[in-house]
């Protein structure tokens, strides 16, 4: 079982910058991949990033590649998403997830995650 819970969401005016953290407990050590997924008012859950937990190997989407950064703190078994050049598109609640998949294509698909946490708002708007 892993348990994550997400913070650091709020507004933010277009252009500014966030940090998502994602606080992990339980068994983490058997996850293949750790991500971020965002979901906005009548779409679908979408992938943001991922970070491949052993190698630190780390995915993006193409709408965010270049503005998005995924990481991690080892020693504080939290993983992190730094958002800049936010734009209005980005407003979603943001999930963080745990995955056990060791197919690359399914590590960007919401069904190679496993555990979810319960998400945070991110409000981009003047």
């Known amino acids: 079982q892993v348990h994550l819970v997400e913070s650091g969401g709020g507004l933010v005016q277009p252009g500014g910058s966030l940090r998502l953290s994602c606080a992990t407990s339980?068994?983490?050590?058997?996850?293949?991949?750790i991500g971020w997924f965002r979901q906005a008012p009548g779409k679908e859950r979408e992938f943001v990033a991922t970070l491949r937990w052993r190698g630190g190997n780390t995915y993006y989407a193409n709408s965010v590649k270049g503005r998005f950064t995924i990481s991690r703190d080892n020693a504080k078994n939290t993983v992190f998403l730094q958002m800049d050049s936010l734009k209005s598109d980005d407003t979603a609640v943001y999930f963080c997830?745990?995955?056990?998949?060791?197919?690359?294509?399914?590590?960007?698909?919401?069904?190679?995650?496993?555990?979810w946490g319960q998400g945070t708002q991110v409000t981009v708007s003047s």
């Open positions: 339980g068994r983490t050590d058997t996850s293949r991949f």
């Open positions: 997830a745990a995955g056990t998949t060791t197919i690359l294509s399914m590590a960007s698909d919401p069904r190679g995650y496993n555990y």
